[in-house]
Structure formats: structure tokens, C-alpha cells
């Protein structure tokens, strides 16, 4: 005989996915169209219908300590198909924001990340910070000057490095702490002791299966009504990859100058910047800066086409959209405009560059590029545990 299970809702947490985008939640009829039509999901336990059912019945345990939310990569088959307009994908979505939210620290950050209305003091934050700078160091003269736009004379270099590097360690330590949470919550949930994780055998190989998985793109391959989010996302994810390595290869310039004594050679320009237009780093970088503008165009045409279908998008997608186009739209005319000798155009542009930079990644642990970070995190432990592939 089975035993009675007394379900206690969470009727706060029901509220919740329903203003953070699941607005269609109740509803779901459990018809399961939404599991049948997923490509993604596993055979065993698979999602999205049962995620739905806890949601509507606010069990909130169910969901938070689970790596099927972030199993789903948001294909919107699901949503397209529902016959109910449900919703699924949207419904998901929202609570990988409350996943966030409730793992991150300060969560009163991610919070105000998620809310229109906390918008300006956000960045408020960052222009404060180089507004500062500027002021302290009497920069706003170089603006009325002649000669060549040197970007390094507006704002030194040791100082961008210094606020950046700040906010680095200040993300990288909120996602330690917020993935160690999530991974013990994890376990938890799958009832999966430390010691028979151990057994598993070598995590390490989850890791790299898992990174091959994202640098191939497999999961996006899989979706059917959001085809076109994979060369998208293609186009972001490996824009950002040569963005990463653009900027390293600077700081290598730079410091290789100043520390090493390492001087310009060949086509390889040791020291301060600007950079000739034919140096390496410098093509690379805007080679990437240009697939950036590509993907990121691709992302919100995608987005535009299949908004019928799969849902406009929420405020969260969205923010983190305009960041990614308002940091490439004003790098690109930071170079265009140093490159034409416009001084009173080009600094205040390079000034609001360095704000949405720093938005982007000192906000990373509350913002959807948390995405990237939790959604790798569940993988490697499904792949570990087993659950992928079952």
C-alpha cells in the first residue's frame, strides 16, 4: 500500500514564476505535448511537464535543486506546441531567474538586475566610478585638444585595470559561491552522497565532455522552432572567445612593455596603445568585435521571427541583449571615431563603452550570462551522475 505524501504549496513561490515571466503557468494541463516534442530532454524523469506540475503546485524543493531547469536550453518547441499557450519554455526560463536569484550573493543584486525600475541606478554605478576618475585626474581636457585620440590619456590603462579586475574578483567570487550551493542543493536532491559521487569516477572527464558539448553547439542542434538560435549563439559564444583572447594578448602588449622591457617588433607592437589596424591582436579583436554585431543581430532577428510562437521574451532576456549590443555598437564606434579624429564624439562614446563593460560583467552572477556558468554547472553534474543520455 503506498504511503500519503502531504504537499504543502509555496504559494509566494507560485506567485513568483508568474511575475518573473511564467505568466501563463496555470494554464498547463498536463497533457505532456510539452516532454513529447522536446529533443533535449531524456528518456528517464524527462522534462518539461513534471517541472510544470511543480511549479504550479509551488514546490519549490522540486525545482531549485534541479538540474533539469537548465538541461532545457529554451528551444520553445514546447511552447510552440502547447495547446493550452502554457507556455513552458517561458515558465522555465523563470524560474532559472529565480535559480539565480536565490543562489547568488548579494541577492538583493540580482533583485534589482531583474527589475526595470533599478535600471538607472545600476548604471549609475559604473559612471560614477569613471566620471570619478576623469574628474580626479583632469581628463576632460583632453576632449577640446587636437591631435591624435589616444584613449589612454582620457582614462589610463592602470585604472581600467584596476576597476576591472575588481569587479572580475567581486563576479567570479558571487558565482563560487553560488555554484557551491547549487551543487550541494544538487546532490541533495538526487539523494547522491559525496562518497558515490566520488565513485562516479574522474569528474574531469565530465568537464571536458561537457565544454565539447558547448563549444559544438549539440543541445542547440537539437531544437526545431528556434533553428536559428544556434548559429546565433555560435556567433557569441566564439566572438567572445576571441574578445577574451584579444584582450589577454593586449595586457601581454602592455605589461610585456613595461615589465619586460619588451619592445615592438615585426608586426608585433610591444607598448602603449593604439595599435596599428594590421597587428594581429588588433585584426583579431576586430574580427570578433564583428561577429559579435552578426550574432547578436541574429539573436534579436531570431528572437523577432519566432516571437508568435516561442514568446517575445522577458525583460531579463532582454537587458542582457541591449548590454551585449550597446558594448559592441559602441566599440566599434569608439575605433571608427578615434580612427576619423572626431575627439568630441569619440571619448564620451569610449566613456559609455567602459559602462557597459563593466555592467556586463560586474552584474554577470545576477544577469542571464549566469546562464552560461549554472547551465554548464548542471550538465557536468547530469553527465557525472549519469542522468544525460538515460
Not at 245 to 269: C, D, N, P, Q, R
Not at 296 to 315: C, L
Not at 336 to 347: E, F, M, Q, S, V
Request: aromatic share 14%.
Amino acid at each position: 500500500m503506498s504511503e500519503n505524501v502531504i504537499i504543502k504549496p509555496d504559494l509566494k513561490f507560485v506567485k513568483d514564476v508568474i511575475a518573473s515571466g511564467g505568466a501563463d503557468l496555470k494554464k498547463c494541463y498536463q497533457c505532456s505535448t510539452c516532454t513529447v516534442v522536446c529533443n533535449v530532454t531524456p528518456d528517464k524523469g524527462p522534462f518539461p511537464r513534471k517541472e510544470m506540475l511543480y511549479a504550479q503546485w509551488g514546490m519549490k524543493e522540486k525545482l531549485m535543486g534541479s538540474p533539469d531547469v537548465w538541461l532545457c536550453h529554451q528551444c520553445s518547441d514546447c511552447t510552440a506546441y502547447c495547446p493550452r499557450g502554457a507556455k513552458p519554455g517561458e515558465v522555465l526560463g523563470a524560474i532559472r531567474k529565480m535559480v539565480i536569484r536565490d543562489y547568488s550573493a548579494p541577492s538583493f543584486l540580482a533583485d534589482m538586475v531583474g527589475k526595470p525600475g533599478y535600471l538607472p541606478v545600476l548604471f549609475a554605478i559604473p559612471v560614477f566610478i569613471f566620471f570619478l576618475i576623469v574628474a580626479s585626474l583632469g581628463s576632460f581636457d583632453v576632449i577640446g585638444k587636437g591631435g591624435e585620440i589616444v584613449y589612454a590619456k582620457f582614462i589610463p590603462v592602470p585604472f581600467i585595470d584596476t576597476v576591472f579586475n575588481a569587479a572580475a574578483l567581486f563576479a567570479v567570487t558571487s558565482f563560487v559561491f553560488g555554484i557551491k550551493k547549487y551543487w550541494a542543493e544538487m546532490s541533495q536532491a538526487s539523494g547522491i552522497s559525496r562518497y558515490a559521487m566520488m565513485a562516479q569516477g574522474n569528474i574531469f572527464e565530465s568537464i571536458k565532455g561537457t565544454i565539447m558539448d558547448i563549444i559544438a553547439h549539440r543541445k542547440f542542434e537539437k531544437c526545431d522552432v528556434a533553428k536559428g538560435r544556434t548559429d546565433a549563439h555560435r556567433f557569441v559564444f566564439f566572438a567572445f572567445a576571441g574578445l577574451a583572447v584579444t584582450t589577454t594578448w593586449a595586457i601581454v602588449y602592455l605589461y610585456g612593455y613595461e615589465l619586460a622591457g619588451i619592445k615592438a617588433f615585426s608586426i608585433f607592437h610591444f607598448g602603449e596603445s593604439p595599435y596599428p589596424l594590421y597587428d594581429p591582436m588588433k585584426i583579431l579583436g576586430n574580427a570578433s568585435a564583428i561577429a559579435l554585431l552578426i550574432g547578436i543581430t541574429k539573436v534579436i532577428s531570431n528572437r523577432m521571427e519566432i516571437k508568435d510562437k516561442a514568446g517575445v521574451g522577458s525583460y531579463f532576456d532582454w537587458l542582457f541583449i541591449s548590454v551585449i549590443l550597446g558594448i559592441v555598437a559602441t566599440g566599434i564606434l569608439s575605433e571608427l571615431l578615434r580612427l576619423a579624429n572626431i575627439a568630441a564624439l569619440a571619448y564620451p562614446v569610449y566613456f559609455i563603452h567602459l559602462v557597459f563593460v563593466f555592467f556586463l560583467f560586474a552584474y554577470a552572477p545576477f544577469s542571464k550570462m549566469a546562464h552560461m556558468v549554472y547551465r554548464a554547472t548542471a550538465m557536468v553534474f547530469a553527465r557525472h551522475t549519469q542522468r544525460e543520455g538515460q
